[in-house]
């Protein structure tokens, strides 16, 4: 069983930056995909970025492509999002999500994760 507890959320001006962590406990990322998707009060979950396990393939949204960044440390077994040059349309509640083990490729579709964490707000102020 994967447990993923989000951190680093919060309320930031326009323009400004967070960044959010996503820690496994129970066991590693070893094997694991990994998606962050966000969201917004009335809206449907939508995929913010994801990265696959093998080599690291990434893809974003297109509206945060140049903006946010995922990342993996795999010796803290943590996944990253850095969101710069936030947007009031950013603010959304964002969670991440993990698929395995063993999987190969990048995943964008919510329902191809079986691993989702609680969510922590993110609030971008005009």
């Known amino acids: 069983q994967v447990q993923l507890v989000e951190s680093g959320g919060g309320l930031v001006q326009a323009g400004g930056s967070l960044r959010l962590s996503c820690t496994a406990s129970g066991r590693t990322f070893s094997g694991y995909a990994m998606g962050w998707f966000r969201q917004a009060p009335g809206k449907e979950r939508e995929l913010v970025a994801a990265i696959s396990w093998s080599v690291g393939s990434t893809k974003y949204a297109d509206s945060v492509k140049g903006r946010f960044t995922i990342s993996r440390d795999n010796t803290k077994n943590t996944r990253y999002l850095q969101m710069n040059s936030l947007k009031p349309e950013d603010t959304a509640v964002y969670y991440c999500?993990?698929?395995?083990?063993?999987?190969?490729?990048?995943?964008?579709?919510?329902?191809?994760?079986?691993?989702w964490g609680q969510g922590t707000q993110v609030t971008v102020s005009s």
């Open positions: 999500a993990a698929r395995g083990p063993a999987s190969v490729g990048v995943f964008t579709q919510a329902h191809e994760y079986n691993y």
